[in-house]
């Protein structure tokens, strides 16, 4: 990664704030953006900025640190840092990177922060190289498709209905044979036929996933993938 990463602290301590924000300075791949102290203030760094990384102290005050990850959509690579040993558990089922135990060393911090690095590296790296675009034909014509714009894709018959955000495209193809073209981090087959882009998910809920404004079924045999998967943390 040849830019540096987006870090910010969330800690009520201002001796550990120190501490981190001395130990990010020294790391050359890591980027302070933002040092706040409480739940609320973190919420509204993590709305107007990219945070990539964050240091996350599990005692905090009105919301603990395992709540407030809770609480986000959209999860930055997460780092604990707490004087209690008891919450590592329940940090590491949160798929937190690493739990750096009160008071740690600067080594300790290099290893948790090293891991963080090689992670966002691999994600650079696949991101680079998946397509960003198919090219679909229908009504006679070759459209160029962006794949961020694509909610599910589901068989019609002969026919395949890929719906975008902007429409749908008719193809003349298989789910099986378009699926080959797509990047397996984003999209999923979720039935026999129905494939969904993760990102476009609001939410999953028993035998159904809502993407856009659709509720697409969910395959018995799709089932236990499909929770795997949306735990994943590669997009």
Avoid: W
Avoid at 99 to 109: A, D, G, M, T, V
Wanted: glycine share 2%; aromatic share 10%; charged share 25%.
């Amino acid at each position: 990664m040849t830019r540096p990463i987006q870090c910010a602290i969330l800690e009520d301590e201002p001796l550990a704030q120190n501490i981190l924000k001395k130990y990010i300075e020294d790391h050359p791949a890591l980027e302070l953006f933002a040092i706040c102290s409480n739940a609320e203030e973190a919420q509204k760094v993590l709305l107007r900025q990219h945070v990539e990384l964050l240091f996350l102290d599990i005692n905090l005050p009105k919301l603990s640190g395992i709540n407030f990850l809770k609480t986000l959509p959209h999860r930055p690579l997460v780092i604990f840092t707490t004087a209690y040993p008891e919450y590592a558990v329940e940090g590491f089922e949160l798929d937190a990177i690493d739990y750096l135990l009160k008071p740690f060393s600067f080594e300790r911090f290099l290893k948790a922060a090293n891991k963080a690095v090689q992670q966002l590296n691999k994600k650079e790296i696949v991101d680079q190289s998946a397509p960003s675009f198919i090219f679909l034909k229908a009504d006679k014509k070759v459209h160029k498709v962006n794949l961020d714009d694509i909610l599910h894709i589901e068989a019609a018959g002969d026919y395949i209905k890929v719906v975008t955000e902007n429409g749908h495209y008719t193809v003349n193809d298989t789910l099986k044979s378009l699926q080959e073209e797509l990047p397996p981090v984003q999209f999923i087959r979720v039935h026999k036929s129905y494939i969904i882009s993760r990102t476009k998910i609001k939410f999953f809920e028993g035998n159904y996933v809502k993407v856009g404004n659709a509720d697409i079924p969910i395959g018995n045999s799709y089932r236990e993938e499909i929770s795997t998967r949306l735990k994943e943390r590669n997009i």
